[in-house]
């Protein structure tokens, strides 16, 4: 067992507004060993982008409370200072983000921007070193043409390419971790699957350590090792990929799992849905955050879960979820595959 | 196949549907120097009551076609009939009585409501200027029309920004079915909705279809949604229908290349046959 | 580029041409006395009238007076009724008063409408920004017809700091220029400093919320570059752009009140005469101007903004 490389340990941010306190995570904790890929799943208002810019350090901001640890090898990241993140910031971990359409500078030359962050950190490089730097970086990620596109601006890549150029930036440095937030939501289908075998491909050729962020399952199965669920800012489930895909222990993932369409299928009459909507974390229920939708509540769900492992064969594979292993063998299964079905009174936000 | 008796005309019939626009250029005087051909000639019909999902990616040209057969823009050739009537390059009068029937449902749900007015406004502005109801009537018929789609009758009051998207997109349905079209079209209804809220809206939809008879075009580049909701599916791929037929046939036994590609891009949720893939790829 | 500079000069063609026709209509359908009449002056007879008119051509019909009066322009030779002296030549007499007038005050109204918006940018919501805004919202407010003789009053006849008027030409005595133009400089720059300060904030507001932004932190970059190379240089294109209209229309003479209070010899002061006097000639020399300086200014803005944003010079993106 190797030393992780990045710990996260009780994360939990708050921002302070005019409602109140918005706990946007809550207790989150991970590790990410060398060369694994961890796949943080959540629809919006999960907290699953919030932990990802909170590792990086980019919600430092007066009105957010961060509490716990987040360690970069032996370097505590919630404890350093501004200049010591922005040294690591792109150097050690980097960062891609969701929209390629709006996450380049427009007016500057794209293979100037991968210069500058290249300068940022190494400010002897010149500019025909960095340039170099850049036509290697762009055909590493599948980018024809090198030579000549290194001088286009950002409006002539279509959308997979300019996904392609962030990655290409985020890998310029050679950094430890790679923190991917929702990187093939904004493209179409096949250009997705292209930037997924290519992230694939870099975990698998550098043993790059990577984190995804995502609400798309079927993104997950293809690239993860583990997984995380996410849900109102805390995490209800955790475990390896195959734990979470063939033995899903909480109605979220269950819920999350029925309701992906399969083409390799036969169609359900029905897609099984979660009802309700993805919770307001100012409004918060008493004990379990998905008792409002979920079907299967009981009496002690008013009693907040712990995060716990109750398969003896599975000692990473946690849950919060109160109902015994048994019953949620029974009950995940939905006119033949696992889904969630509907709660006896359907309760819209 | 289509089994109706003879003069049962399908519902919508479009035949060679093609809408280029030019591209300008020139010193003093703009000259057309070529054109982007968005809609590149297409046919396929929509049956009462059938769902015909229109498959592509962006660029692939479904957005414009929708927008051509509802005569939203003009288009520059071909013919669009709609119950039997002949409607393609039709003026804004002559559409006036067909809006009733051909209703459209958009892709985002945050923009495609207007932020200043009350929910039960948009959805009774319909009714109200086609002149079918008013007053007291139109305000029971707005309701009931809230309460079919999931909402509660007390959200008549209330403005869009107080709803969720979810909730934004049911109110567009909603103001959709207030006329009770025959024809909805609905051009990327879901892919702006988390996952979850996705799996309600497209319950919805074919719940709706089964209670008032109405027939969908449904546009996506999701092809897993539009397999689940429609009975025949056509792909579209820079402006041509590359593949059209069953839903089934489409997705099971794929003819063209580029319906291959699609469904051999679409993730696989389930990671046995996602690794199997990948070593076969 | 070619076809671009073919289609701005032909625009300016048109632009002038419709200008003169507007002003030579208006001129013509106001009611006024007749001009005739007014250079024959007091106790003239009808005959003297007569042959005032037929000396002017006042008698012709319009579309010849519109014609000669056009050729005389071509040629220089439109004067102004009374005194006789040619509108060109007090038009050219008055750039160098316009033109030091604009320049200085263009750089005062610039460097600190864009250090006021910068400030009040990066410290968004505290204490510093309610002041600059409170400033701003001032300057903005204050007519020129108002601020212009407070500003006499206080230092030039009370204080006695500076001269309450007149402009001295630089090649005489650059001291004393300079001293002659310092107020006319702050009464014209207070309101610009508000309006730029304004929008340069409220640009670089929406700027710091863009995506790049955020991936410029992301890459390493220190606050002061991401600010700099991201923020600023993105806020300022349209900031440029506004300035450049502002700067043409100035230059064009639309200084008039400033000019006239301060009694600087320019463009704005003539037009102002030649209105008062209502006669057609300075009039229409003064509007041609205007119009040119207009139509070259707002060209070179284009160009400027092609040369800012990539997406404008290479047309929208490559799908």
Redesign the interface.
């Known amino acids: 067992m190797s030393e992780p490389l990045l710990s996260v340990n009780g994360l939990r941010v708050g921002f302070a507004t005019e409602e109140g306190i918005v706990q946007a995570v809550d207790e989150v904790s991970f590790e990410l060993r060398p060369g694994e890929v961890v796949a943080i799943v959540g629809e919006s208002g999960s907290g699953k982008s919030v932990t990802a810019q909170t590792i990086i350090g980019l919600t430092r901001a007066n009105n957010a409370r961060i509490e716990g640890s987040v360690k970069l090898g032996d370097q505590d990241l919630t404890a350093a200072d501004d200049a010591e993140m922005r040294e690591l910031r792109g150097e050690r971990i980097a960062m891609v983000f969701q929209d390629p359409m709006t996450s380049f500078n427009p007016v500057y030359r794209l293979g100037d921007q991968i210069v500058e962050a290249i300068r940022a950190h190494h400010p002897d490089t010149s500019k025909k070193q960095g340039r170099q730097r850049v036509v290697e970086l762009f055909e590493a990620v599948g980018i024809d043409d090198a030579e000549r596109r290194v001088d286009d601006y950002p409006h002539e890549f279509s959308g997979g390419m300019r996904q392609r150029a962030m990655i290409a930036m985020a890998l310029a440095l050679e950094p430890e971790v790679l923190i991917a937030d929702e990187p093939t939501t904004a493209l179409d289908v096949t250009i997705q699957a292209q930037i997924l075998d290519l992230l694939a491909e870099l975990n698998r050729e550098r043993n790059l350590a990577t984190i995804l962020i995502t609400h798309d399952l079927g993104v997950v199965a293809e690239v993860a090792d583990r997984v995380l669920v996410m849900y109102a800012g805390k995490v209800v489930e955790e475990g390896t990929l195959d734990e979470i895909f063939y033995d899903p222990q909480h109605p979220y993932t269950w819920g999350l799992l029925g309701s992906l369409t399969r083409i390799d299928r036969p169609r359900p009459h029905r897609l099984p849905q979660i009802a309700g909507s993805p919770p307001s974390v100012l409004d918060l229920p008493e004990g379990c955050p998905f008792r409002p939708r979920c079907p299967h509540e009981f009496s002690k769900c008013t009693q907040y879960p712990g995060l716990e492992a109750k398969l003896s064969d599975a000692p990473e594979h946690r849950d919060r979820c109160w109902l015994t292993p048994e019953e949620k063998r029974e009950k995940r299964v939905v006119e033949g595959q696992i889904g969630l079905e509907p709660p006896r009174e359907v309760r819209q936000a | 196949m289509n089994d109706s008796a003879p003069g049962t005309a399908p519902l919508l019939e479009v035949t060679d549907l093609v809408k280029h626009f030019p591209i300008k250029r020139g010193i003093l005087i703009d000259r057309q120097v070529d054109q982007v051909r968005a809609v590149d000639g297409i046919s396929f019909r929509v049956e009462r009551g059938e769902t015909l999902g229109l498959v592509g990616e962006s660029g692939s040209g479904k957005s414009t076609a929708c927008r051509a057969v509802l005569q939203l823009i003009k288009p520059t050739s071909g013919s669009v009939k709609f119950e039997g009537r002949e409607i393609a390059g039709a003026g804004r009068r002559e559409m006036r009585p067909l809006r009733r029937d051909m209703q459209m449902i958009f892709q985002d749900p945050y923009a495609s409501l207007n932020p200043r007015k009350r929910v039960g406004q948009i959805v009774g502005d319909p009714l109200k200027r086609q002149s079918i109801a008013s007053g007291s009537d139109l305000r029971r018929q707005v309701q009931e029309l809230l309460e079919r789609v999931g909402l509660s009758s007390e959200h008549y009051n209330r403005y869009p920004h107080e709803f969720s998207g979810g909730q934004r997109q049911r109110i567009g349905i909603a103001r959709a079915l207030a006329l009770k079209p025959k024809l909805v079209i609905c051009d990327e209804p879901v892919s702006a909705l988390d996952v979850s809220i996705q799996a309600q809206i497209v319950n919805l939809l074919d719940d709706l279809q089964d209670e008032f008879g109405l027939a969908y075009l449904f546009v996506a580049h999701d092809i897993g949604v539009v397999r689940h909701i429609s009975d025949r599916i056509a792909v579209m791929n820079h402006g041509k229908i590359v593949e059209q037929g069953s839903a089934d046939e489409v997705c099971e036994t794929p003819k063209d290349d580029y319906t291959k590609k699609l469904l051999a891009a679409v993730p696989i949720p389930d990671p046995r046959e996602s690794r199997q893939r990948a070593t076969h790829r | 580029m ?2 671009f500079i ?2 701005r000069l ?1 625009g300016m063609v048109a632009v002038l041409f419709a200008v003169s026709v507007i002003v030579f209509v208006v001129f013509m359908v106001v009611p006024k006395q007749n001009p005739a009449q007014t250079l024959a002056g007091k106790n003239a007879t009808p005959l003297l009238v007569k042959s005032i008119e037929e000396e002017w051509g006042f008698d012709e019909s319009l579309p010849v007076q519109y014609t000669t009066m056009m050729k005389k322009v071509f040629t220089g030779e439109l004067t102004s009724y009374k005194p006789r002296l040619p509108v060109s030549d007090r038009i050219v007499e008055g750039i160098p008063a316009t033109f030091s007038l604009t320049i200085g005050a263009a750089i005062i109204w610039l460097f600190f409408g864009l250090l006021l918006g910068y400030l009040s940018a990066i410290r968004a919501g505290g204490w510093l920004d309610r002041i600059l805004t409170g400033v701003s919202i001032a300057g903005i407010s204050l007519p020129v017809f108002l601020l212009a003789p407070v500003l006499i009053y206080f230092f030039a006849d009370k204080l006695e700091i500076f001269p309450n008027g007149q402009y001295v030409p630089f090649e005489e005595d650059p001291v004393e220029w300079l001293k002659h133009l310092i107020l006319p400089w702050v009464t014209l720059a207070v309101l610009s400093i508000g309006f730029y300060s304004r929008v340069l904030r409220s640009n670089m507001l929406d700027v710091m919320n ?3 932004v ?10 002061r ?1 991401v600010m700099t ?2 923020v600023l ?2 806020s300022l ?1 349209p900031v440029i752009t506004l300035f450049g209209l502002d700067f043409g229309a100035t230059i064009a003479g639309t200084a008039i009140i400033t000019e006239v209070i301060f009694s600087i010899d320019g463009i704005g002061n003539y037009a102002a005469e030649a209105v008062a006097k209502f006669e057609l000639p300075p009039i229409m020399g003064v509007a041609l101007y205007g119009a040119f300086f207009v139509v070259f200014v707002n060209g070179l803005v284009d160009i400027a903004y092609a040369y ?4 404008v010079r ?1 047309g ?4």
Do not use: F, M
């Open positions: 070619a076809r073919v289609r032909v863009e995506d790049y955020r991936t410029a932190r992301a890459k390493g970059l220190s606050e570059q190379r991201h240089r993105n294109i800012l944003d990539p997406r290479l929208e993106s490559a799908e």
